[in-house]
């Protein structure tokens, strides 16, 4: 038995620390998944919240057909995607963001970075939610093209063709910003 299931069952049998330990586990997956495809802060710790009421609610209906992880991220995406339709104009923090990374006293180098990471940004939330998503759940989490399939109910050649077109939102985005490539 996996330590997923381990936990899943200690959560069954009533033992609160199971859930405790997904939560513990997957927490920051949730987060960056969340984050990647919103870009805020504030919303993302909201969505992640809701992700683990969720899963908690629900955590009996799970058949383990698959791994907790790909059903866990399902609700992610599910959940983030929900939120998205429920707020079509979202407030941007990037004003912020832009202008804490201009103060004095801080590294060249390390203003750059989080100039560049600003714009990597920017450039993300241009990417359609569709391609963004398969992006960040290969290239965030670093998910397998049968895992994403699965998370996304699609077929694999779908994933590939949606990777492949999000990298190029996102390097003509980049483009666009910089006029070249970071």
Known sequence: MNADNYYIEEFLAG???GFDALVKK????ILNIVYSLI????ESEDIAQEVFLKVYHNLKSFRKQSQFST?????TVNTTYDFLRRRKNLVSDDAALEAGSIVRGIPQEALLTKERDIMVRKALK???IKYRTTLV???V???????????LSCSIGTVESRIYRARQFLKAELL???GELI
């Open 126 to 128: 241009s990417v359609p």
């Open 176 to 178: 666009r910003f910089g």
């Open 39 to 42: 870009g805020q802060d504030r």
């Open 71 to 75: 059903w866990l991220y399902r609700i």
């Open 141 to 151: 989490e670093g998910l397998s093209y049968a895992e994403i399939s699965k998370v």
């Open 137 to 139: 759940l290969k290239d």
């Open 26 to 29: 997957y927490q920051n997956n």
């Open 15 to 17: 033992r609160s620390q």
